[in-house]
């Protein structure tokens, strides 16, 4: 009799190991939607969000995708005697749950964050050692999305760390998109693909083009720096697990052209599109990059394809983008101060996506041209490409499979 109830003990314990540790139906796409961090970083509270939630729905970035309402680093307040977390009751007086109904009765989701360690960056409470209580809390909420950080972790395992949370909230019931935030530090691309959604493939973004800023124990990367980090890592995603190369500075204090081309290469790279500026007061060129459907549209194709870069020189980029149906996506992206004019002749340029083995055959196929910022149709591909780019802009395409 013992060793039957041991065998059926046995049993139930490789059964739990072997359960599934995500939701696999979530973020088939990658996630859209916005986070307090890169504009507001610890100056959140219950009206910020209430005011941008709205602000989401009436400028139209609900209409066009956004989904998810993030709350970034600073919400905490402490834990109680049981352990407990709560929100900071001066800043979120009425409570995480009434915030969350708010917000979904403005067809939007709620976002939270959280730390692997025993504090978050911005020195609150972390999960390390309350991960199934937290998960039950977030789902007793109505957490929607967690964004887990790597402060304070000491000499933890991050796959350990990142699997005990992903199993806990896959225990507390409710699905989560989960969102592994450790810099790409423990290479999670090569393991985060069966605990979360997205994990993150550097340190922090920064709003600006192509420089650096260096805090000396961390620093933060200018978009053009995130980008030459991304190529090695096209063949990890895809729907259900995306690369995260940070969430977007559109409308932080780039140029337009900066912010166009920032925002088309992350739609390129299939990135997920969490803006992070001030929605409620944000201008209209800001707004139109955001919202721009034609872009996002290539950011969210079903096939779920990173882009990869077929060519450089004098600061001009071509980057392809294999989509569903047969089209493609084409970005001639402008690194340099100055205008560059780009020539493409399709049916000379033996462009082949060598990791997804697939073709545009131009020299076979004709496909027509719709320029996606000029929102025109730019005849087709049986004609070369000539065109003017601007300094730190980009040409955006869509060829069209005819």
């Given at each position: 009799m013992k060793r039957i109830l041991l065998a059926v003990a046995c049993i139930a314990l490789t059964a739990t190991g072997a359960r599934a540790q995500k939701f696999n139906d979530l973020a088939r796409t990658p996630p859209m939607g916005w986070n307090s961090w890169n504009r507001f970083q610890c100056n959140v509270s219950e009206q910020l969000i209430r005011e941008t939630a709205d602000a989401i729905v009436s400028s139209g970035m609900k209409a066009a995708g956004y989904t998810y309402v993030n709350i970034d680093d600073c919400w905490?307040?402490?834990?109680?005697?049981?352990?407990?977390?709560?929100?900071?009751?001066?800043?979120?007086?009425?409570?995480?749950?009434?915030?969350?109904?708010?917000?979904?009765?403005?067809?939007?989701?709620?976002?939270?964050?959280?730390?692997?360690?025993?504090?978050?960056?911005?020195?609150?409470?972390?999960?390390?050692?309350?991960?199934?209580?937290?998960?039950?809390?977030?789902?007793?909420?109505?957490?929607?999305?967690?964004?887990?950080?790597?402060?304070?972790?000491?000499?933890?395992?991050?796959?350990?760390?990142?699997?005990?949370?992903?199993?806990?909230?896959?225990?507390?019931?409710?699905?989560?998109?989960?969102?592994?935030?450790?810099?790409?530090?423990?290479?999670?691309?090569?393991?985060?693909?069966?605990?979360?959604?997205?994990?993150?493939?550097?340190?922090?973004?920064?709003?600006?083009?192509?420089?650096?800023?260096?805090?000396?124990?961390?620093?933060?990367?200018?978009?053009?720096?995130?980008?030459?980090?991304?190529?090695?890592?096209?063949?990890?995603?895809?729907?259900?697990?995306?690369?995260?190369?940070?969430?977007?500075?559109?409308?932080?204090?780039?140029?337009?052209?900066?912010?166009?081309?920032?925002?088309?290469?992350w739609a390129v790279l299939a990135a997920p599109l969490i803006a992070g500026n001030d929605v409620v007061h944000m201008p209209a060129p800001v707004r139109e990059v955001l919202t721009n459907r034609e872009v996002i549209a290539i950011d969210q194709d079903s096939l779920g394809i990173e882009g990869f870069r077929y060519s450089g020189a004098d600061s001009l980029e071509v980057w392809f983008k294999p989509l569903a149906g047969g089209d493609w996506a084409m970005a001639v992206l402008n690194r340099a101060h100055g205008p560059r004019h780009v020539s493409f002749d399709w049916s000379k340029e033996p462009v082949r996506d060598e990791l997804f083995a697939r073709a545009p055959a131009f020299g076979v196929t004709v496909y027509a041209v719709r320029d996606l910022w000029a929102h025109q149709d730019q005849g087709t591909t049986a004609r070369p490409l000539g065109a003017e780019v601007p300094g730190h802009d980009v040409l955006m395409l869509r060829l069209l499979k005819r």
């Amino acid at each position: 009799m013992k060793r039957i109830l041991l065998a059926v003990a046995c049993i139930a314990l490789t059964a739990t190991g072997a359960r599934a540790q995500k939701f696999n139906d979530l973020a088939r796409t990658p996630p859209m939607g916005w986070n307090s961090w890169n504009r507001f970083q610890c100056n959140v509270s219950e009206q910020l969000i209430r005011e941008t939630a709205d602000a989401i729905v009436s400028s139209g970035m609900k209409a066009a995708g956004y989904t998810y309402v993030n709350i970034d680093d600073c919400w905490h307040g402490q834990r109680d005697s049981l352990g407990v977390i709560h929100p900071d009751a001066q800043r979120f007086p009425s409570g995480m749950k009434a915030l969350a109904d708010y917000i979904h009765s403005k067809g939007l989701k709620l976002g939270i964050y959280s730390d692997a360690g025993w504090q978050t960056c911005g020195g609150r409470p972390g999960s390390r050692g309350h991960e199934y209580q937290d998960a039950v809390t977030y789902a007793g909420w109505g957490i929607d999305y967690l964004k887990y950080d790597w402060c304070a972790t000491d000499n933890l395992n991050a796959h350990g760390a990142y699997e005990t949370m992903a199993r806990a909230l896959m225990s507390a019931g409710r699905p989560i998109v989960f969102s592994l935030c450790e810099w790409g530090n423990n290479k999670a691309w090569e393991w985060g693909s069966g605990l979360g959604h997205l994990w993150r493939t550097t340190g922090d973004i920064g709003p600006c083009f192509d420089c650096l800023y260096d805090h000396t124990t961390w620093r933060q990367w200018g978009v053009t720096y995130i980008l030459d980090m991304q190529p090695p890592l096209r063949q990890f995603a895809g729907p259900g697990h995306w690369n995260d190369p940070d969430m977007l500075e559109v409308g932080n204090g780039m140029s337009v052209s900066e912010d166009r081309a920032h925002f088309s290469m992350w739609a390129v790279l299939a990135a997920p599109l969490i803006a992070g500026n001030d929605v409620v007061h944000m201008p209209a060129p800001v707004r139109e990059v955001l919202t721009n459907r034609e872009v996002i549209a290539i950011d969210q194709d079903s096939l779920g394809i990173e882009g990869f870069r077929y060519s450089g020189a004098d600061s001009l980029e071509v980057w392809f983008k294999p989509l569903a149906g047969g089209d493609w996506a084409m970005a001639v992206l402008n690194r340099a101060h100055g205008p560059r004019h780009v020539s493409f002749d399709w049916s000379k340029e033996p462009v082949r996506d060598e990791l997804f083995a697939r073709a545009p055959a131009f020299g076979v196929t004709v496909y027509a041209v719709r320029d996606l910022w000029a929102h025109q149709d730019q005849g087709t591909t049986a004609r070369p490409l000539g065109a003017e780019v601007p300094g730190h802009d980009v040409l955006m395409l869509r060829l069209l499979k005819r």
